[in-house]
């Protein structure tokens, strides 16, 4: 009996969309089928009810009043906190800071730890799948210093050319920052490697996890990254919160990034002493409710168990890989050995736009256009992909419903 | 199919995706602009060669959606020997059938070819996709050298 317990669960899909509302519901009267994950993923009714709870209960700011609602509310925000260090695994909870997102938590690194070591000459190494926002707050920063980026390549299917990438980090580098996995085309970088690279050299490394935590179950500590950036939306939690993980060490030689309330430990006009860590990264009223969603998020998932999560996912992968290549004239766009559920791809000459507004009249969700990686976009030769993400909420009807569609999308431009 | 997406993707705006009408840099062209969408990434360049007040030729070129094609195609048909005011009222008037519909006050009828992109308002998302190419002219008309955008 002992061994029946131990077999890692098995997801039931069919409950498990029993526990996300927006789903039960249907857009131009087909069932919806959503399928655009990546963007933003759904929340499940366990965090709709705890961050509506918290208003209800709770509500009140954290870290000052002497009052009861004070304390339930700094509670929960700080068990929120305490969570996130579970999930990720971080050493200590002062070193999850609670940001907007994934952007915020990498414009915040690049603003005080990048503003501080990098110097002219300099350089930034990042790839070319970045998405945007692990691109633009180091070009802001190396134009500011005179520095210089430099982007690892990748081959056709999306896999990063590791020595290629090694070849770029030198004795001007001053940090490696990447995705862990790609948004546009799914690809999981072998980042544990590329942390040993960079180490070897003594370069920080700062990973994009936005993409990943909904997938993997990821562990700072192994993979001893310096810095861990994700958002909580894509997490199944609320929109607004996100997480920056980075190393005491590094957090507590980083200037404070905004100045204001609850940063502070004390202030003068003459002198103004900042507080410890976390608080110093977190200057005025925190997203209170957003973290204890976020929180309850966390529950949720780990309560699914990634491995079971990971188990689903793959099996859906593996199902959609194989269908959407017999719709003719489609395309995989991102075929990397190692992939989360991140479908890109092409229809003959058919633009993605026009994909995404047929397929949405089906009922079916998806994304079109550049992913904000229009650099990766240019690599690839392609104005624009059209892409299906996946969820653990998602299924075979799921992929069924949009190869039919594909055939609708290629009845019409026939 | 559904009536809207029929709308829509007239028989007469997939052919003109396809085989986009004026794709070309017309010989002599005096005039030119860009014009860009960065949510989707489409680009279009639309070329004038302007004698005077008269559109004399008119070409683009770029990649884009069926419906930015269409109407880049469309629009290029219907303005050879018109005057730059003529052009800037027929904006208008496109403007408001793709984002009025019925509502506004004009009659598809009246437009022509035009018309078959009267489906595009009952898809505000696709609006710009529409008027992508009649920002671009303009920028052109008035000798803007700056990109424009949808945004």
């Not at chain 1, 926002?133 to 190396?142: F, K, R, T």
């Not at chain 1, 990438?165 to 980042?191: D, F, Q, W, Y």
């Not at chain 1, 990264?281 to 998932?301: K, Q, R, S």
Request: some cysteine.
């Amino acid at each position: 009996m002992r061994a029946l317990r131990e077999v890692p669960g098995r997801l039931d899909v069919e409950r498990v969309r029993k526990d996300f509302p927006i789903l039960q519901q249907e857009v131009h009267g087909k069932p919806l089928v959503y399928l655009d994950s990546a963007a933003t993923s759904q929340k499940p009714r366990s965090v709709l009810d705890e961050v509506a709870r918290y208003y209800e209960e709770d509500n009140s700011n954290v870290h000052r009043g002497v009052h009861q609602l004070s304390e339930r509310a700094t509670q929960a925000y700080e068990g929120a906190r305490e969570k996130v260090r579970r999930f990720v695994n971080a050493a200590h909870a002062h070193e999850i800071v609670f940001v907007r997102g994934t952007t915020e938590a990498i414009n915040l690194v690049s603003q005080t730890h990048g503003r501080t070591r990098v110097r002219s000459g300099d350089e930034i190494v990042v790839t070319v799948m970045e998405h945007h926002s692990n691109i633009v707050p180091w070009q802001m920063l190396c134009e500011e210093k005179g520095a210089v980026l430099r982007v690892a390549p990748m081959d056709d299917e999306g896999t990063l050319l590791l020595e290629e990438l090694e070849r770029l980090i030198g004795p001007r580098t001053k940090l490696v920052a990447l995705g862990h996995v790609s948004n546009a085309l799914g690809s999981i970088h072998p980042v544990r490697r590329i942390i040993e690279m960079a180490h070897r050299r003594n370069v920080p490394v700062l990973l994009d996890g936005a993409q990943a935590v909904p997938h993997l179950a990821v562990d700072v500590q192994s993979l001893g990254c310096d810095f861990y950036a994700f958002s909580g939306h894509k997490l199944f939690g609320p929109t607004g919160i996100g997480v920056l993980y980075g190393r005491s060490e590094l957090l507590e030689e980083m200037p404070p990034w905004q100045g204001g309330g609850d940063m502070i430990s004390s202030v003068t006009f003459e002198k103004t002493t900042y507080n410890k860590l976390p608080y110093k990264f977190e200057a005025g009223t925190p997203d209170i409710a957003g973290a204890i969603g976020l929180g309850a998020a966390i529950d949720y998932v780990t309560a699914l168990g990634l491995p079971a999560i990971g188990a689903h996912e793959h099996d859906l992968l593996s199902y959609a890989t194989e269908a959407l290549p017999k719709v003719p004239g489609l395309r995989l766009v991102g075929t990397a050995k190692d992939k989360a559920s991140v479908l890109s791809f092409l229809l003959g000459e058919v633009h993605p736009h026009d994909i995404g507004t047929i397929l949405d009249r089906e009922g079916i969700a998806i994304r079109t256009g550049h992913h904000c990686a229009q650099p990766l976009m240019r690599r690839l030769g392609v104005a624009a992909t059209a892409r299906a993400s996946l969820a653990f909420y998602n299924r075979r009807e799921d992929v069924d419903a949009l190869v039919a569609g594909l055939h609708k999308v290629r009845e019409v431009f026939a | 199919m559904k009536s809207e997406l029929r709308d829509l993707y007239q028989e007469v705006v997939i052919d003109h995706s396809k085989k986009p009408r004026n794709f070309r840099k017309p010989e002599g062209a005096n005039r030119s602009a860009e014009g860009v969408n960065p949510l989707c990434g489409d680009e279009i360049t639309v070329y004038l060669k302007l004698s005077g007040d008269v559109i004399e030729d008119i070409g683009f070129q770029g990649a884009g959606c069926a419906i930015s094609k269409a109407s880049a195609s469309l629009m290029t048909a219907a303005l050879k020997d018109k005057t730059k005011a003529e052009a800037e009222a027929l904006f208008e008037r496109v403007r408001s059938m793709v984002s009025e519909g019925p509502s506004g006050k004009v009659d598809p009828e009246a437009l022509g070819k035009l018309a078959v992109l009267s489906g595009v308002w009952e898809f505000p998302a696709r609006v710009k996709c529409a008027t992508l190419p009649w920002h671009t002219l303009r920028a052109a008309l008035e000798g803007i050298g700056a990109p424009v955008s949808t945004e």
